[in-house]
């Protein structure tokens, strides 16, 4: 069993920054890969960053490279987010889930979720 627990949404400006992190425990570190991804109302759900658990390797959507960065802390079983310069697109749910294997940018290679944390950009 693994469990997921997003935190460090909230209501910031645009231009702002906010760093999220995503808790885990249970068996999450026996998986390969940490993924985040968001969700937009009225939208499919959208593959944001990934790190690998072991080696460190990223990943990142164009769409927040150079703003977003994504970052892990084994010994506290966490992976970070941290966001700057953020804009009013980036308005979502940001979700956190854990893969063992598959493609590292689609949601259904992903077989763990946390509950997702609300991040709002106001222009």
């Known amino acids: 069993q693994v469990q997921l627990v997003e935190s460090g949404g909230g209501l910031v400006q645009a231009g702002g920054s906010l760093r999220l992190s995503c808790a885990a425990s249970g068996r999450a570190y026996s998986y390969y890969i940490i993924g985040w991804f968001r969700q937009a109302p009225g939208k499919e759900r959208q593959f944001v960053a990934v790190i690998s658990w072991s080696g460190g390797s990223t990943y990142y959507a164009d769409s927040v490279k150079g703003r977003f960065t994504i970052s892990k802390n084994n010994a506290k079983n966490t992976v970070y987010l941290q966001m700057n310069s953020l804009k009013p697109e980036d308005t979502a749910v940001y979700y956190c889930?854990?893969?063992?294997?598959?493609?590292?940018?689609?949601?259904?290679?992903?077989?763990?979720w946390g509950q997702g944390t609300q991040v709002t950009v106001s222009s």
């Open positions: 889930a854990c893969s063992g294997s598959g493609s590292y940018d689609s949601p259904r290679s992903y077989a763990y």
